[in-house]
């Protein structure tokens, strides 16, 4: 079976699983105070360009998230999002959890248009009466977003800079941030995210770690006493060491950027066989998720062959679907779905 | 100058003032332990013809709004309503504060409609993924509206029995119940309301109370220990013979209906003049607050004679304003806006 | 029957009602912007020698003690208080509820000594590990305590000196303020805890209004946005009139303080009364409630002619009652349980 | 430099980090539907005997405890835990964000008692106020205590059979379990727990795992939906294979019990080597656990030779320290030990 669901479904990268059989045996201190977090919150704040970053490693994206959003805000505050961001729509409900709304707004393939998010700000603080609504405390977005399209530099310089004139931060998720890196004509660097985002993290899982996100703030804004605020959402990991010797291998020798790399090369190539055995495109995106509009009576064939994701439904005779590529794609994938499809 | 802007404006009715005064150097027990909230509670179960019922009084909406919610939804539960309801927009985000979703849905001045609330619910349950998102728990409407629409019969059974299949309550906001009661043309009863909602408020704030509300569960499904829950919202009164005297004379002699009759009545007469004079509405309603749309310079002018609510911008010369009667409109109210308009 | 059970069994001062009663049919604005919430205002900022005070009315004393401490308190913060606290007690758990622990110290009848407070700060910021605990961040102290004991101005002082050397807010219950200004042997002004509490409130319910309790924050330090954050908690209440109007009359020709001082002097006479009757004092307080131990076998006796509350167990043959004086005793009322006893 | 601080500061055991070798590059799906979590969650029900167990793989300690406690209490009630319990004292206030009170009572050696269970819910349903009170709704312990101790079987069933009577659940925390049924002297089986408890778990990171701890349900008693409820509080795993196949061989061959036993033995190996050397118990546990009273001034030589974890001022010239052995302990740092000692 060729397995193009997900991002997720093999174990952990090789290099970053030679990293963790070396270092097994050391004896290191818990909860992150371990010399490999230390090394690791380094490389990043050098790959990032941002010396003063804080820097934190969680375990998942929506613990991540809650944790970022929880924090940030005031108990009145709630976060603008796209009504398709992973906030608004597949936590489960973790940010109402924690508290806060997460106000959405449209979306152009999950990206916020500068001008909706200043929009919504403009008229919020027109009303009079806005002491009895949800003041809007944050910007959300992902990057790439939940359809894999991304940001360009001015786009994010345009969100940065009313955020800045708001008062509010703009936090990026970056749950698939190394396949945004990836991207050649994408003209978004780490360095340029750390400079326009307050707050944003490097997602580890999707990108080959067996687990760990990196929470980045990046203008000394880290809350005050963050350690036992995570602590008391129960994100707090006694083997720190797991996240701080995987990025710390992540962040040797580029090994982030070109684990995004391959897994482009290899979307660029999913995506010439998709257009070649004729597939309709829902969003052709720029990184490593692909979407196609699928004859419901043609997917139990399908995934007679590939496993994929279903996405949505398009209409009643159409589904759309969802292929990736990853960290861990082989040219041997490749080829096998260029023969099956 | 005259006052229109609301409906909770003035003090109290005078036959609750005077209820106050009699009963005011009783020895009663606190908490809601005293005889007049018992027989409150008596009076009201006779008039909704539901002797089951099970009746708790609290101070105002957006605290009734949240211990229904969050004591009767489980934590991965939201609340869906109209993008429109008072819990969407005007309760700066008091659900999600205790924890929950509001999971909005489109809607006509304010109702929703049983078709959209289905066809939620079917997809909701039709995703295999569905548990990443928000459960869909409670259906939450008002009546009247916040547009001060008013739903048939015929409209809430049929969301009662949508309801009833798919086993979540319904749940009615009666913040201004005694005006939709006080309509003739409507068909829809205290006692419809008791058998087709499983839970609702019969607002007192908003039809002269000093202040309460009284929550009724109308199917034995008060969440067991109702008090410890109350208490721990920090909604819990001391003397809760305020509500009990109060609720006790709205139940006598049908004070209640009687009060929205007269407010509604004197609703007929604004719409007349408001047609009379001219003005072109923005909505219509059966109910005590109509809404207008004024050019923006004839606003200030406007303001001079008349107290009314802003509501929304219609366009960018013209404004939507709300102008309601209440249990304290008199008729030299409505002779003296005719003369003044 | 004689009532000397709490303090809220009867409805609300006469002098108050008489305000309520005046101004009922003046048209004001909601959520406390009437011009009686402005005046009560500036009346208790020039009571309290505090020109700069912060002043917001709510409904009830757990609702004020939980939007106190949960609006400033950060997350990872909990509140130290007294085992015997109202808060670590009888409040449902409403402080856990919004999501902090009540930190508890040992107490002299329900008062909290400045040295162990000052041991569990100590301690607290000397051990290294305390990253995985609940920081100290407010002390709680209820003025009189739930016993009726008072501070003096000694030990407030040193209580609030230590809170300014720690950076945490000190906090004042006065759910029975009155009855703590009305004792002539105290030294405590409200003057006085203006100056010493960085925030505290004065008890309306327990005075003899029909509801209410005025939060003064002392030093700019009342939180950004409070109305939405007690709007969230859902604690705004739309006729805001009535806690201005009842304040207002309050701190008009020194009412407030008339009141306690005569429940003072009655709680005198009470005393004088159960010396006589040869009732052993479990503690005899300054203030308007007095706990006697009394044979089991005499309470049923007792509930006979007198309603009084149980305290606690004593031992298995006793049990600790209160009998309270409050803004409704009457010459009459100790006449009668001087007869009666 | 000797490590004996604690148990979890090497990575993880080398049979583990074998089968996530093995198993690296296989497709599985993720959240936990992957054949090894499926196995691991067979082999635990048949270790626990205990066919109907639910079982559920989360992170960390803190995180599972809030979890469950969280999901399993009513919002109004609290959980009862003795003094010293990790969710009292160490969790930075993690049950208290989640909204519930930890009502604390008196132990012994981290244990508590049946008889003082007992007394509290006596005494709580004795009091006929107790609607202003936090509801005991959930007895917390946990086996081996944070001191190390065990209750016996006989012991076990007391709190079990109070429980049931009481109609709350008994929930064992089991972050050092493994160590608990590593000591022969111990009455209590797997099979005692599962029985006897209402909900447990079984804990992977202290006994080797990298991350991991199996959460089991014993009576049907999983809340309905829980992974949204995972999910919600942020503790769902992408790469849940992490906890899948690590369980699945903690749970092959006995590794897990082999595991306790060896830490059990180089434990007793520990208090000989202390007692030898003239050093003075604090509390000598039958578990990994030993608590020894240093002088301070020798303090600071011991630490040049052996970390050692701070564990309390045992008097103005004394400390408490511990010494803990692990699944990572070896027969040389025995002898290196007491050549150091």
Not at 314 to 328: E, G, K, M, P, Q
């Amino acid at each position: 079976m060729l397995h193009f669901e997900n991002d997720y479904n093999e174990g952990v990268h090789p290099e970053l699983l030679e990293a963790l059989i070396t270092t097994n045996e050391e004896n290191l201190p818990g909860y992150g105070a371990d010399a490999y977090t230390k090394r690791a919150v380094d490389k990043i704040r050098q790959a990032i360009a941002c010396p003063q970053a804080q820097i934190t490693f969680l375990t998942g994206g929506t613990q991540t998230n809650q944790v970022i959003i929880n924090s940030l805000l005031k108990s009145y505050e709630g976060v603008l999002a796209a009504e398709t961001g992973h906030i608004s729509t597949h936590e489960a409900g973790a940010i109402e959890f924690s508290g806060h709304k997460v106000l959405t707004l449209p979306h152009e393939h999950g990206k916020l248009r500068a001008a909706d998010v200043e929009a919504y700000l403009k008229d919020f603080y027109a009303d009079g009466n806005h002491e009895h609504m949800v003041f809007p405390g944050m910007v959300y977005i992902s990057h790439p977003t939940e359809y894999g399209a991304l940001y360009s530099k001015a786009e994010l310089t345009e969100l940065s800079q009313l955020c800045d004139r708001y008062e509010i931060p703009l936090f990026m998720d970056g749950a698939r941030l190394g396949y945004a890196l990836g991207v050649a004509s994408s003209d978004v660097t780490l360095a340029d995210i750390a400079e326009l985002c307050h707050v944003f993290y490097i997602g580890g899982t999707k990108l080959g770690a067996l687990a760990g996100e990196a929470i980045v703030f990046t203008r000394h804004n880290e809350p005050k006493h963050f350690i036992p605020i995570v602590k008391q959402h129960g994100a707090l990991v006694a083997k720190g060491r797991l996240f701080g010797v995987q990025f710390d291998r992540f962040f040797t020798d580029n090994l982030y950027q070109k684990i995004g790399q391959q897994a482009i090369a290899y979307a660029e190539e999913l995506k010439a066989i998709l257009h070649e055995k004729g597939y309709r495109f829902f969003y052709e995106s720029p990184t490593n998720q692909q979407f196609v509009i699928v004859e419901n009576k043609q997917l139990e064939t399908l995934a007679e062959k590939v496993v994929y994701s279903f996405w949505e439904k398009y209409d009643d005779n159409h589904t759309v679907i969802r292929l990736a590529t990853s960290w861990s794609t082989t040219d041997q994938d490749l080829a096998d779905l260029r023969d099956s499809l």
